[in-house]
Every structure is written in C-alpha cells, then in structure tokens.
C-alpha cells in the first residue's frame, strides 16, 4: 500500500493490515516529544477537495493556490501527475501552513493529515465485482503517536475524520454562497443537500 504522506531522509514507514473491527492505538497532542516533528520534510499528495478547502482558507483562487502552494509530482497512475504540497526552503523545510502554535489551516488541512495514520486501499477483484475496501495503520518510526493509549477502530477514525470533514465542506459551501445572491433558507437547504451522505 502506498502512502499519501512520507517524510523525506527517513525509512520507509511500517503499514499494518487492519481487520474491520480491529482497534490501533494514537493520539497526537502537544504533549507527545515528536509533535510537528510530522509537519516537516513532507511528500504530501493533494487531492481536489483539499485544495478547494485550501483555497477557500486562505482566501484565494484555484489557480494562485496551485501556483503559489504546489508542483507536479509522480502519481499512482503513470498518465496522472500528482499535485503535491511545497515545502518551505529552508534547511527544515517545514510545511507552509506550520505556524509555533501548530497548524494555521487545521480545520481545512489535507486528507492525508486529516486522516494519518489510517490509510486505504481499493481493491477490485474482476469484471463487475464490487470495489473492496483494505485498511492499514502506517507507523513512521519518528511518531511517538503509536505510543499513546487511545485506541480506536476503523469505524471510529472515519468517523472522526469524516466529521471534521463536513465542517470544511460547510465552510466552503457556505463561502461559495456567500458570493452569490441566495436567501439563508436556500443555503441551508444546499448544505443539507451536500452534506446528507456523511451524517
């Protein structure tokens, strides 16, 4: 399984298969002696949702965020480029978005950090065979995260995850319709309407 977030100068991180209804323990907090140590040196994928909860954060067009923000990288598939996150140029090359008190876009940040350390894979078996899903929990060894006595199962990470999510949608939604004539009776019916699939 491929990663969506690797550090560079570091060794490969460790996946563990999950089972539905296994558990995993982490927790990230400011008490934990790695803390940011992960918002550095970053090979970060975008997808297009996080880049239009990006974008709309920081108050700016597709193609500004795009151009100020991102590169071309190497996808998953060998005819679609990946849009990946800019570190700063430094010797730390910490991520753009990493302020002392941590991150300045965490409601709005990308789904790989959103997420971390759960990842997924998407296997299908043959011709019209439904899409299976496949769980891992990834282990860098720097994260004193995995440490930490929460446990959670898949359903409860997703879950979480998910939720936070949804916020960023509404803010989007709600920024997109702000710009447009339309009654807060209409926008609250737009936002149920987008939102329905993840409550």
Not at 69 to 86: D, I, S
Not at 108 to 116: E, F, I, K, Q, V
């Amino acid at each position: 399984m491929r990663t969506e977030m690797t550090t560079k100068n570091e060794p490969e991180a460790q996946t563990i298969p999950l089972q539905q209804g296994e558990s995993f323990q982490f927790r990230c907090h400011s008490g934990v002696s790695c803390y940011l140590d992960c918002c550095h040196k970053l090979e970060l994928r975008l997808y297009p949702y996080d880049i239009l909860c990006l974008k709309e954060k920081l108050l700016c067009s597709s193609g500004e965020f795009l151009e100020r923000y991102t590169r071309l990288g190497t996808g998953v598939h060998p005819y679609f480029p990946a849009v990946m996150l800019n570190m700063v140029e430094s010797d730390d090359a910490p991520c753009p978005f990493l302020t002392e008190k941590g991150c300045s876009v965490y409601m709005d940040r990308p789904s790989a950090c959103r997420t971390y350390p759960l990842e997924r894979g998407v296997e299908k078996a043959g011709h019209g065979a439904k899409l299976q899903s496949h769980y891992a929990v990834v282990h860098h060894g720097y994260c004193k995260g995995h440490d930490e006595k929460n446990h959670y199962t898949i359903k409860q990470w997703k879950r979480g995850a998910i939720k936070s999510a949804v916020f960023s949608i509404i803010r989007c939604i709600t920024a997109y319709l702000s710009v447009r004539v339309v009654s807060l009776k209409e926008k609250q019916k737009v936002i149920i309407r987008v939102c329905r699939p993840f409550i």
